[in-house]
T-cell receptor, first 113, second 111 residues
C-alpha cells in the first residue's frame, strides 16, 4: 500500500516553461513534506520542504504547494532549466517520527532545451 | 564538511550469501536511515537508528538488519540473499528534522 503516490512516472517540459510535479498521500498523520532531486549515480539531494501548518513555501525557482484537505502537494519549477532534468521524489513524514520518511516512486523530469 | 559516505559502492553476491554495507554519516548527525531503491519502487524505508538504537522500522523481512555504533556509523546486513534484493541501498543522515542528506549508495547485485 503506497502511502505517497506520484502518478506521473515522467514529465517533459520546454526550457523556460513551468514544471509542475504532483504528489498525493494517504496517511493523515503525515505532517512534514519534502522534495528531493536525484541525478543518475548520485544519492538524492534535498530540495525544499513544507510543514503542514503552511500551504506554500518558496525557495528561488522552486515552490511547493500543500492542500491538506485534498492530501495533495505539488512542486512548481519556474522557469525550468535543462539542469533540472532529474528524478524528483516526494516524501512525507509523520509528526510522531520525523525521521521515518516515506518516499514516493519518483517522477523523471526532462527539460528540453 | 564531509558528506555521507557509503562503502562499498558496488557489490556482487550470490544467492544465499550475506552482505554488510557501511555508512558514515555527516559529522554531528546522530540519525542514520537506510533505504532500498529499485526500479519503479522509489525509495523504500528500511530502518532508522538514533544514538545506537533502532527508532523506526519499515516493512522488510527480518533478513534485513542494522546497527549503529557509538560514533554514529551504521551498518546494514542482509542475510540469505535473494535475487530480489538486488537494488541500490542508500543511507541518509540527519539532525532529526526529517531533512536528510544522502550518500551515493551501494549498488548490490545478487546473482
Amino acid at each position: 500500500d503506497q502511502q505517497v503516490k506520484q502518478n506521473s512516472p515522467s514529465l517533459s517540459v520546454q526550457e523556460g516553461r513551468i514544471s509542475i510535479l504532483n504528489c498525493d498521500y494517504t496517511n493523515s498523520m503525515f505532517d512534514y513534506f519534502l522534495w528531493y532531486k536525484k541525478y543518475p549515480a548520485e544519492g538524492p539531494t534535498f530540495l525544499i520542504s513544507i510543514s503542514s501548518i503552511k500551504d506554500k513555501n518558496e525557495d528561488g525557482r522552486f515552490t511547493v504547494f500543500l492542500n491538506k484537505s485534498a492530501k495533495h502537494l505539488s512542486l512548481h519549477i519556474v522557469p525550468s532549466q535543462p539542469g533540472d532534468s532529474a528524478v524528483y521524489f516526494c516524501a512525507a513524514s509523520p509528526k510522531t517520527s520525523y525521521d521515518k520518511v516515506i518516499f514516493g516512486p519518483g517522477t523523471s523530469l526532462s527539460v528540453i532545451p | 564538511k564531509a558528506g555521507v559516505t557509503q562503502t562499498p559502492r558496488y557489490l556482487i553476491k550470490t544467492r544465499g550469501q550475506q552482505v554488510t554495507l557501511s555508512c558514515s554519516p555527516i559529522s554531528g548527525h546522530r540519525s542514520v536511515s537506510w533505504y532500498q531503491q529499485t526500479p519503479g519502487q522509489g525509495l523504500q524505508f528500511l530502518f532508522e537508528y538514533f544514538s545506537e538504537t533502532q527508532r523506526n522500522k519499515g516493512n522488510f523481512p527480518g533478513r534485513f538488519s542494522g546497527r549503529q555504533f557509538s560514533n554514529s556509523r551504521s551498518e546494514m546486513n542482509v542475510s540469505t540473499l535473494e535475487l530480489g534484493d538486488s537494488a541500490l541501498y542508500l543511507c541518509a543522515s540527519s539532525l532529526g528534522s526529517g531533512e536528510a542528506f544522502f550518500g551515493q549508495g551501494t549498488r548490490l547485485t545478487v546473482v
